[in-house]
């Protein structure tokens, strides 16, 4: 794409599924909703640094997308970008975006391992849903809440540590997680909702915490920290 250019439009590239390779310029600040959606041959996409804002579901079902780096300069991040991103294997986030936006990687099932970078305050509802792949995911101390459905499904998913500054684990957040051995809540003040642990083998949580009521009442081992 030619310098000069500052926008990528709304939908700009949608559905030009033979499109293999991206390489923006320096210069562009905004890539708008769903610009690269539906490119089903998108392997690659350079993003630089002048990028400031990427709207709602721009690479929605870019199914052979292998790897996506996403630079600091980034700090509007829209819900859905990676839906459907089947060969996502390695993402790189933006230090200065404080939301996963709702579905933000729904169904990336090559996902293996995730860093969420120190910034971060939420994860918001379908965030990691259906990441059927993934086996590690390191959760920044900043981080405040976890939507619903947040972790739903991510099978291969083992131990998890949930830092002391989350307030809430919404409804289903770790349901469906049938290798889930051990979460450990770090805060005894940590809200859980309905079926966020329903698969949990341990829960390591204070005593007299509502992690602690949340375990007994649905019959799940626990553990005092």
Do not use: M
């Not at 990028?51 to 579901?57: F, L």
């Not at 729904?106 to 969420?116: D, K, P, Q, T």
């Not at 051990?182 to 992690?211: F, K, N």
């Amino acid at each position: 794409l030619p310098d000069g250019l500052r926008v990528i439009p709304k939908n700009a590239f949608e559905d030009c599924d033979t499109l293999s390779e991206v390489i923006l310029p320096d210069g562009v600040t905004e890539i708008g909703y769903g610009a690269f959606s539906q490119c089903s041959g998108l392997v690659s996409v350079t993003i630089p640094d002048s990028v400031v804002s990427i709207g709602d579901a721009v690479f929605w079902d870019c199914d052979s997308l292998a790897a996506a780096e996403i630079p600091d300069s980034v700090r509007s991040f829209g819900a859905g970008v990676f839906v459907g991103c089947l060969s996502l294997e390695h993402v790189r986030l933006s230090a200065n975006v404080d939301t996963i936006g709702n579905e933000t990687f729904r169904e990336c099932s090559a996902l293996r391992s995730v860093v969420i970078p120190e910034g971060v305050r939420r994860i918001d509802d379908y965030g990691f849903y259906c990441c059927s792949g993934l086996e590690e995911i390191v959760l920044p101390e900043s981080l405040e809440s976890i939507g619903e459905y947040g972790f739903s499904e991510c099978e291969r998913l083992t131990r998890i540590v949930i830092p002391a500054g989350v307030t809430e684990i919404g409804d289903y957040a770790f349901s469906e997680c049938f290798d889930l051995e051990e979460v450990t809540i770090l805060s005894p003040y940590t809200t859980v909702g309905e079926g966020a642990l329903e698969c949990c083998g341990l829960v390591r949580c204070h005593e007299d915490s509502e992690a602690w009521d949340y375990c007994e009442e649905e019959g799940v081992d626990c553990e005092p920290l």
